[in-house]
């Protein structure tokens, strides 16, 4: 009995900087008998976590150290459009961007309400669509948000969002299995192109489409961004 191995599954997402998420499976050996002993396991998932750390450390450099944006396929572009979210406003037919958010992300509430040329960045034509991991209420808060599926619920989550406590305002409900369906389509889409939230998928008006992972750094950086968005969002704030 003491030389079977017990397989044991880990999976690990963490958040950091700009919200630059990493995600990464590791499945590991761990004899049963030792599996008995707790202070063997602590000490073992203490190296572990260590392993992880490391990984974490080339994997975030090796992000920095990649220009952003960078491009999307077709393939890829054709998926995010595909993807069920929220419109910022009315007969966009064919948006330009899309925003990745998670319901309790605080860098996302900060985008939320980010000026751009002197006005919200809210009221920019997009699309966003709210994957979740963030918390254990992510889940049924971006059910809700798909649920009322207007512009009104994205400013109930962010207008009330709990800083200290890092939790989005809109109230969860339990998922329905379309809702469940769509959120897991989103956030494998969303893992596949980085997993940052915010993390903006967008066409620019030379016909690029292009990611930016995280919260650009000041109102500057944003507009690089929506400046170069492709018409009908070029000129962004209707009359």
């Known amino acids: 009995?003491?030389?079977?191995?017990?397989?044991?599954?880990?999976?690990?997402?963490?958040?950091?900087?700009?919200?630059?998420i990493n995600d990464f499976n590791t499945r590991v050996l761990l004899p049963l008998?030792?599996?008995?002993?707790?202070?063997?396991?602590?000490?073992?998932?203490?190296?572990?976590?260590?392993?992880?750390?490391?990984?974490?450390a080339l994997s975030v450099s090796a992000q920095a150290a990649t220009p952003m944006p960078w491009s999307v396929t077709d393939l890829q572009w054709q998926q995010v459009r595909s993807l069920r979210g929220l419109y910022t406003q009315p007969g966009m037919s064919v948006p330009a961007l899309?925003?990745?958010?998670?319901?309790?992300?605080?860098?996302?509430?900060?985008?939320?309400?980010?000026?751009?040329?002197?006005?919200?960045?809210?009221?920019?034509?997009?699309v966003w669509i709210p994957v979740t991991y963030l918390a254990s209420d992510s889940l049924g808060k971006g059910a809700a948000l798909l649920r009322q599926g207007n512009k009104a619920a994205l400013e109930r989550n962010?207008?009330?969002?709990?800083?200290?406590?890092?939790?989005?305002?809109?109230?969860?409900?339990?998922?329905?299995?379309?809702?469940?369906?769509?959120?897991?389509?989103?956030?494998?889409?969303?893992?596949?192109?980085?997993?940052?939230?915010?993390?903006?998928v967008y066409r620019t008006s030379t016909g690029e489409a292009l990611v930016y992972l995280g919260l650009p750094k000041d109102s500057a950086a944003l507009a690089s961004i929506v400046h170069t968005l492709a018409p009908p969002h070029l000129s962004v704030y209707p009359e």
Not at 1 to 20: D, F, R, T, V
């Open 1 to 20: 009995m003491q030389n079977q191995l017990k397989p044991i599954q880990y999976s690990l997402i963490i958040s950091g900087g700009h919200a630059a």
């Open 98 to 126: 899309y925003i990745f958010f998670d319901p309790d992300c605080p860098w996302c509430a900060k985008l939320w309400q980010m000026q751009l040329d002197g006005k919200p960045f809210k009221d920019v034509p997009a």
């Open 158 to 200: 962010f207008a009330h969002y709990d800083t200290a406590h890092r939790s989005g305002g809109i109230a969860a409900v339990e998922p329905s299995a379309t809702e469940r369906q769509a959120l897991g389509h989103a956030k494998a889409v969303w893992l596949q192109l980085g997993g940052a939230t915010p993390m903006f």
């Open 33 to 56: 008998s030792a599996s008995r002993d707790t202070g063997f396991v602590r000490r073992w998932l203490s190296q572990v976590l260590l392993f992880c750390a490391a990984l974490l």
